[in-house]
């Protein structure tokens, strides 16, 4: 996304004055790069969708977690790389659209916050049925697991939108032509960064870091020596999904968010130049591989998944 000599450069919109030429072909060619990973991830997160809402999982809470997490990353996959994808390839320039810039900022804040705090909601559903099976049948029902998905979603949109609004206002730039994030009252940047470190960072990644611990102790204390039956077995696949979708979370999201919040990412920008387009570009891109390989996490990490997965390929290519 470029007109003149500006473009855009990351997740905040942010712009610097290079060659045009440089920092288009730049953007280019991650927009072209966005393609198949938003496709991976359409792909991916739809069969997620169509296994966990099967007979055997619709009435679960499993079912129900699983599935709300990969409609939010369907989500994410709209607003984030399919965006930029269109974008960037088009050479489409909307950030001068007051609309488009706070839409952008809103939504974004929104789902990929969400998106951290359901894979929350799976570890501490997959932390109970791993450490009190037996409570669990009885509390982790396919109710319950609709109330939290829906609790989530009021917290995270309460807490986002209150701190985006409360502390911080758009404003214009000319001389960008585009809109930033200003103070709206004295010290907002402070309480909007602290706040949203707590949200967005420290919160789910200690919540999902403790929960695998606990869980993969849990595990190995009760698997050691031990032979399962098949009820046994398809917990310990399931809870194998868990652990690592969570892997994969950390690592595809620890880069952005500690060279973010360190504040390494402000000194990128003010740096400047191609380098500093190709590593911003480059962390943006890694945040959202997330999304793209949850799918194929799962079906190498879990047996069940990846027999369910290949069940409904079979149905489909024999109606075909």
Partial sequence: MATGNVSNVSL????VDEPYWTIDRINFAFGVAYIPLSLSSLFGNVVIVIIMMDRKERGSSTGVLFSALAVCDIIVT??????FAILDTAKIDLRSNLAYYESSQVLFLIFQTASSWLLVGITFERFMVTMYPLASKTLLTARFAI???????????AVQVGRLYGYIHFVYQPDYKTYALQNKVEGGDQEYFWSSVVVSFLGPFAAILIGSVFIVIKIRKTVSGRKSD???RRVLSVT?????ANLTFLLTSLPWYIINFLGFYDFLIGMGGPEAILMSNTLRYVLYLNQALNFYVYVISGQKFRQDAWQLFVKLCNKG
Avoid: Q
């Fill in 240 to 244: 194998r999904n868990l652990l690592a």
């Fill in 147 to 157: 109330i939290e998905v829906i609790a989530i979603y009021v917290v995270v949109i």
């Fill in 78 to 83: 709209f607003i984030g790389p399919l965006k």
């Fill in 12 to 15: 905040d919109d942010v712009t």
């Fill in 230 to 232: 098949n009820n046994n």
